[in-house]
Nanobody, 118 residues
Framework: QVQLVESGGGLVQAGGSLRLSCAASGNMFGINVMGWYRQAPGKQRELVARITSGGNTNYADSVKGRFTISRDNAKSTVYLQMNSLKVEDTAVYYC????????????WGQGTQVTVSS
């Protein structure tokens, strides 16, 4: 029902910046949450940031003050601005859509690679 396509990943040096985009298509009506998750080699997938359809946000402690999540509902797009990147930020980043009401549904994007070199 909802399709997600991430873009903007790449190779950057530590201290640099990247902006990830997630373009959504399909039924985006109602209350929902868009999130960015990441998975590094040998690690479990973890939440990076979330934003609700009302604009409320939350972040993992490891990225607070460095990453900013935002959304443009008119364009059905969510962004992740990543500043002051660290080597430990290296991972595949995934976009996720969640709807809790009237039933729970979620959809994942294909992922985009972010590599930070020292």
């Amino acid at each position: 029902q909802v399709q997600l396509v991430e873009s903007g990943g790449g190779l950057v040096q530590a201290g640099g910046s990247l902006r990830l985009s997630c373009a959504a298509s399909g039924n985006m009506f109602g209350i929902n949450v868009m999130g960015w998750y990441r998975q590094a080699p040998g690690k479990q997938r973890e939440l990076v940031a979330r934003i609700t359809s009302g604009g409320n946000t939350n972040y993992a402690d490891s990225v607070k003050g460095r990453f900013t999540i935002s959304r443009d509902n008119a364009k059905s797009t969510v962004y992740l601005q990543m500043n002051s990147l660290k080597v430990e930020d290296t991972a595949v980043y995934y976009c996720k859509f969640e709807r809790n009401y009237p039933t729970y549904l979620d959809f994942w994007g294909q992922g985009t690679q972010v590599t930070v070199s020292s």
